[in-house]
């Protein structure tokens, strides 16, 4: 009689763990994981921006050294103008680009 006692009891408490077991890994896939890959999106993307920064400076240093030393030889403020002249032209070709408020909102 003892031992029929003592083996439910393990059968309750293996079908109470399972349960346990079972209602944890529902948590972990429908709450913890989408939060997981959300932080290493955001992670991923900051390390991305950073980098793209940090080369974005060097080209930029780069090409002003490049025009200063070789190309206009003690002639800073053209190298300026250059620099200063292909970034108005990038910065008018993305606002070219753009969309309207208004035309955001229809396509949306």
Do not use: C
């Not at 944890?24 to 991923?44: E, K, M, N, S, W």
Request: hydrophobic share 55%; proline share 2%.
């Amino acid at each position: 009689m003892a031992k029929d006692e003592s083996n439910e009891q393990r059968d309750a408490v293996g079908r109470i763990m399972g349960v346990v077991d079972d209602v944890l890994d529902t948590l972990h896939d429908r709450v913890i994981r989408p939060l997981l890959i959300a932080g290493r999106f955001v992670a991923y993307g900051f390390i991305l921006l950073i980098v793209a920064i940090v080369f974005l400076i060097a080209i930029l240093l780069g090409a002003f050294r490049l025009l200063d030393v070789y190309a206009f030889h003690a002639h800073v403020w053209i190298s300026y103008y250059i620099i200063g002249g292909v970034s108005t032209l990038g910065g008018m070709l993305i606002w070219r680009k753009r969309r309207p408020v208004a035309v955001r909102e229809k396509r949306d």
